[in-house]
């Protein structure tokens, strides 16, 4: 790329953050004085998901808000930083109702506006969902979240607090394809969720809500046991479809919306199983917890590291 192309593209990425936070100040302008459980607005259950993007969050998230009791709210890929409110620093927003769903997306000039107006026309949700990826477990944004969450989104009946893994090879398989590059603070960021599943220490407040994204999709049992522990509906709604929501898959978009168990999300590694870039983000540690969540992976396990001994020599 020549230097040219990137200054420009440096400059676009800085209008865009100054735009986003004219943005942020306007919008939280907008809840000044705001108080949703003084309104008499309900979130009902308040689930705030956690996840490395590309761990099959939207895939999760877009199943339980088809299986779960409507209208149902969610906030997707909410920043943390100066605008702790989800309302004002979420991306995507959806909300779903007994007559379908409307879509707020990250880009409408007017997204602040409406999702405000969206909040006030459906007062008493049965479940709000709030989505960090990339993010700690434990942090200001979700103290100030547990801490304000009623007057943001309304009182709750429930709330609780669901970390969603992949295991290491298909993830940064999926994160290299997709972006091209896994930065290291990536890889110490899947490292401390697993951390926290295997130590099960109590980071997050309340019990942590543990999803095993590989078993969640191929074991229809599993799928029963958790929609039991979120109150959900039903299981069997949504589980073949593919979010559009980031683009879709890393590797097939949307092509296998209506059958996504055909897009073997679980041998993503082989495709990337020969780049130095690849093999260079494993380490004894990220093995070790790899087998702790997940429990042995031999063939991925064993290619890359040959593979990285091969590189290293």
């Given at each position: 790329?020549s230097?040219?192309?990137?200054?420009?593209?440096?400059?676009?990425a800085?209008?865009?953050?100054?735009?986003?936070?004219?943005?942020?100040?306007?919008?939280?302008?907008?809840?000044?004085?705001?108080?949703?459980?003084?309104r008499?607005?309900?979130?009902?259950?308040?689930?705030?998901?956690?996840?490395?993007?590309?761990?099959?969050?939207?895939?999760?998230?877009?199943?339980?808000?088809?299986?779960?009791?409507?209208?149902?709210?969610?906030?997707?890929?909410?920043?943390?930083?100066?605008?702790?409110?989800?309302?004002?620093?979420?991306g995507?927003?959806?909300?779903?109702?007994?007559?379908g769903?409307?879509?707020?997306?990250?880009?409408?000039?007017?997204?602040?506006?409406?999702?405000?107006?969206?909040?006030?026309?459906?007062?008493?949700?049965?479940?709000?969902?709030?989505?960090?990826?990339?993010?700690?477990?434990?942090?200001?944004?979700?103290?100030?979240?547990?801490?304000?969450?009623?007057?943001?989104?309304?009182s709750?009946?429930?709330?609780?607090?669901?970390?969603?893994?992949?295991?290491?090879?298909?993830?940064?398989?999926?994160?290299?394809?997709?972006?091209?590059?896994?930065?290291?603070?990536?890889?110490?960021?899947?490292?401390?969720?697993?951390?926290?599943?295997?130590?099960?220490?109590?980071?997050?407040?309340?019990?942590l809500?543990?999803?095993?994204?590989?078993?969640?999709?191929?074991?229809?049992?599993?799928?029963?046991?958790l929609?039991?522990?979120?109150?959900?509906?039903?299981?069997?709604?949504?589980?073949?479809?593919?979010?559009?929501?980031?683009?879709?898959?890393?590797?097939?978009?949307?092509?296998?919306?209506?059958?996504?168990?055909?897009?073997?999300?679980?041998?993503?590694?082989?495709?990337?199983?020969?780049?130095?870039?690849?093999?260079?983000?494993?380490?004894?540690?990220?093995?070790?917890?790899?087998r702790?969540?997940?429990?042995?992976m031999?063939?991925?396990?064993?290619?890359?590291?040959?593979?990285?001994?091969?590189?290293?020599?």
């Amino acid at each position: 790329m020549s230097l040219r192309r990137l200054d420009k593209k440096v400059i676009k990425a800085v209008h865009s953050a100054r735009k986003r936070r004219r943005a942020g100040r306007w919008d939280q302008a907008l809840y000044a004085g705001f108080d949703a459980a003084s309104r008499g607005m309900v979130a009902g259950r308040l689930l705030v998901v956690s996840g490395m993007r590309r761990s099959g969050n939207h895939a999760i998230i877009n199943w339980v808000l088809h299986n779960a009791p409507k209208p149902s709210l969610f906030l997707n890929c909410v920043r943390t930083g100066h605008h702790l409110n989800p309302l004002v620093s979420c991306g995507q927003v959806e909300a779903f109702g007994p007559d379908g769903s409307v879509v707020i997306e990250p880009e409408d000039p007017d997204k602040g506006e409406k999702v405000r107006h969206l909040h006030l026309a459906h007062p008493h949700k049965a479940l709000t969902v709030v989505s960090y990826e990339d993010h700690p477990l434990r942090g200001e944004h979700l103290d100030t979240l547990h801490d304000q969450a009623s007057r943001w989104l309304g009182s709750h009946e429930i709330c609780q607090h669901m970390l969603i893994m992949r295991d290491p090879f298909n993830l940064f398989a999926s994160r290299l394809h997709k972006y091209g590059a896994v930065p290291t603070r990536i890889v110490d960021g899947w490292m401390a969720h697993a951390r926290a599943w295997v130590e099960d220490t109590g980071e997050a407040d309340g019990d942590l809500i543990k999803v095993n994204y590989n078993r969640w999709c191929v074991d229809d049992a599993y799928r029963r046991a958790l929609a039991e522990t979120l109150g959900l509906d039903d299981w069997q709604r949504g589980g073949d479809q593919v979010s559009g929501i980031g683009g879709g898959s890393s590797f097939d978009g949307t092509a296998y919306h209506g059958d996504a168990a055909r897009m073997r999300t679980d041998e993503r590694w082989r495709k990337l199983i020969d780049d130095p870039r690849y093999l260079g983000l494993f380490n004894d540690e990220v093995l070790e917890l790899s087998r702790a969540v997940f429990g042995p992976m031999p063939d991925a396990e064993s290619a890359v590291t040959r593979g990285g001994a091969s590189v290293s020599t």
